[in-house]
């Protein structure tokens, strides 16, 4: 039995986060995981950053998880892509200055352009040397307002014989918060899985914000992009301005492309917004989805940011769940 995901309720699978920001790293941000049926050694692995860099956590159920290592400092948005037995590390990776620690750039700036790099490995423990992807100076709309262009959250995936390297582009400063967020997404192009990387010929915005789009007026946000049964998914965390309320609110849609390029939403309410009180109050800010076909079920790890009695700002990691309802007669759609 087929299991589209635009065909699934979903559910969180607790009130609580799964993993939590800790007091010398307060936000853990966009996870990536690798299911048993991917790893190497039938566990579960996840992947996300702090601002120390890139870390690695292991699980034996997808539910509890330990740390096992960091792999890259300052390394952001971790993304695995497997061929050929090899796993490929791609994350996004700039050189601002380590906080407390009285690191001093050259040129004296607090900020620099970011770029994508590309790291490999067979057991997941031990990583080749960094290669370069994409620098974000080469992508026009990486810079728009900001002194230095910013590309984020890669992700590669293959269609036919062309590898598609994924990023947001730019970013945007909400008004009310001063949140961060991915202001667009685009994407650079390759025969080569390493590379040279293109961008297509005009190099515009793949997807952009909607004025009049009630989930993504203000800026893209985080977007995973996944492959089911022939057809691309995009689970967007978009950032709108709700008026009832009277400030930004973020939330979880899905949209559907035959081609990886012109995609449409395919699901007209949010698989999730932000909570009205909690750990996730505040932004819906990533997320990675993976498929298990002998349970029949989505599993969606998201990073969440919100109010948790503590003075600084949190960013944990939560499940959602995915199924095909099942009819009262028992038969399943």
Known sequence: ??????????????????????????????????????????????????????????SDSGIDWSPRRMIEVRGHSPFIFMENETYYLIYEKHEREMPFVGQKRADGGRETGSRIEIRSSTDLLVWSKPRLLLDGRTVPYAGNYLRSPRISRPQLIRIGDTYMLYFGASHL??????????????????????????LPEGAKPLIEPV??????????????????DGSIYAFQCGVYWDPGEGRTHSALTMLKSSDGLGFTRCVDHPLIKSAKSGWADSYIMSCDVRYRESEKNWYCYFSANGNTGKRAVYESIGLLLGAIPIRTSGSAY
């Open 1 to 58: 039995m087929k299991c589209p995901p635009e065909l699934c309720s979903w559910f969180p699978f607790s009130d609580e986060p799964l993993i939590q920001g800790l007091a010398y790293a307060p936000r853990f941000c966009d996870p990536q995981v690798l299911i048993p049926e991917q790893s190497c050694d039938g566990k579960w692995h996840m992947f996300f950053h702090s601002w120390i860099g890139i870390h690695h956590f292991i």
């Open 173 to 198: 400063v909400l008004p009310d918060t001063s949140q961060k967020v991915s202001r667009y997404f685009g994407y650079a192009q390759s025969k080569e899985l390493l590379g040279p990387y293109r």
């Open 211 to 228: 004025p009049d789009d009630p989930w993504s007026n203000l800026g893209c946000g985080s977007i995973r992009i996944i492959e089911y």
